[in-house]
């Protein structure tokens, strides 16, 4: 399973990468608000620094809604860096967009996907990446990983090459559980990849094989 970080702070997609495990990035324009980046030219300039710093594929996301409008806005994205995957909402214009995309060599993400129908219909248009919310699935009362663990039957039973982009993680159990249920790729906060980290024994064993050490130091 790939790890995404989703974010556009660059301090923490920094510590991430840093770490060595990072296979790329997602944002979303709540994220880019998030870092006060306002206006065209610094939203292009912050992508072109983000694929500066990672060797991966950066979801840059659309704010089109209509499918003209889509498909210029989306290869203005994709042509910033050969690493950019455009993401476009799971809305019926999006459909047609991400199906234009792929029939012109450029890579999309579908975002804002809830349902098994509307990953189906992703698949089908040939996005790249698809990404279910599982946390806002969680929120709204529903159980978010039935979805990835449906998903993953669906896409190896029909063979659809699009990936499983596991998206709206909201702690360390929810990447675990996307890995186990055959997620192709999880985008986390940096705060739930670090989590990861944490066990109490392992705090415990460290002090104490820390303290052993002193005896023959
Ligand atoms: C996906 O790419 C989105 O950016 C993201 O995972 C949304 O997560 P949220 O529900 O925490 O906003």
Known sequence: MKFFIDTANLDQIKEANDLGILDGVTTNPSLMAKEGIKGPEAVFNHYKTICEMVNGDISAEVISTEFDKI???????????KNIVVKVPMIKDGVKAIKWFTDNGIRTNCTLVFSAGQAILAAKAGAAYISPFIGRIDDSG??????????AHIFRVQGYKSEILAASIRSPNHIIKCAEAGADVVTSPLESI??????????????????????FA
Do not use: N, R, Y
Request: negative net charge; aromatic residues 4%; charged residues 30%.
């Open 71 to 81: 498909v210029e806005e989306g290869k203005k994205l994709a042509a910033i860096h």
């Open 142 to 151: 529903w159980d978010g990983m039935e979805l990835i663990v449906q998903l």
């Open 194 to 215: 670090l989590g990861l980290l944490k066990h109490p024994l392992t705090d415990i064993g460290l002090a104490k094989f820390l303290e052993d050490a002193k005896k």
